[in-house]
């Protein structure tokens, strides 16, 4: 088995032998690629799997199946052998930040399935400007800032802060930000001790 797959594995843990189960949260710079693991156990082996967009499993319509594999920028592949699906999205941009789930069609009875939240980032530390945002660490203090400037309604939206860890699962938290007529409301703060998703 690959490496990466088997570190996903662990992340993912897949204990009980009903569950689908991928990674929590990944992040991904803009521009670049990314492949998402779902693993099943042997009696998903030949179902159909699928990939949507949305919060909630039931209620998303699917990208991309198995048996019809690409979508645009959106491709699945599924492995019975290693019993993982993988999901890989191309060129990546801000948009595609949000959750996801991977599910396995169930013909008589609910679907199965697990969900991840992706985050695309403008702009990194080692990369500081990005049009109208900029971030700036200070590792003194253990903390980073990002400044977005000339707000406007078309910013509110739901971002994510995070540290990339190289050769582990990165870690991060999400802000909530509302721009209503000028004026700006952060509707869930970011915690001060940073978690894995």
Excluded at 78 to 104: E, H, K, M, R
Excluded at 132 to 154: A, Y
């Amino acid at each position: 088995m690959d490496p990466l797959m088997l570190l996903f594995l662990l992340i993912a843990g897949l204990t009980d032998a009903d569950n689908v189960s991928t990674v929590n949260w990944v992040s991904a710079w803009r521009g670049e690629s990314v492949t998402i693991p779902c693993f099943y156990s042997d009696r998903y082996k030949t179902h159909v799997k699928y990939w949507c967009r949305g919060h909630y499993r039931d209620s998303c319509p699917p990208i991309v199946h198995s048996d019809s594999p690409q979508e645009g920028k959106v491709s699945i592949r599924d492995d019975p052998d290693q019993q993982v699906f993988t999901v890989t999205i191309n060129n990546l941009t801000a948009g595609d930040s949000g959750y996801y789930s991977c599910g396995v069609k169930i013909s008589e009875g609910s679907d199965v399935g697990d969900r991840v939240s992706l985050s695309v980032t403008d702009v990194h530390s080692d990369s500081p400007q990005e049009g109208k945002v900029s971030i700036r660490d200070d590792p003194d203090q253990q903390v980073f800032t990002v400044t977005i400037n000339s707000l406007t309604d078309g910013d509110s939206d739901i971002y994510s802060c995070g540290v990339k860890i190289s050769g582990g699962s990165d870690v991060g938290d999400w802000v909530s930000l509302s721009i209503t007529d000028g004026k700006m409301s952060v509707l869930q703060t970011v915690a001060n001790e940073m978690h894995s998703m």
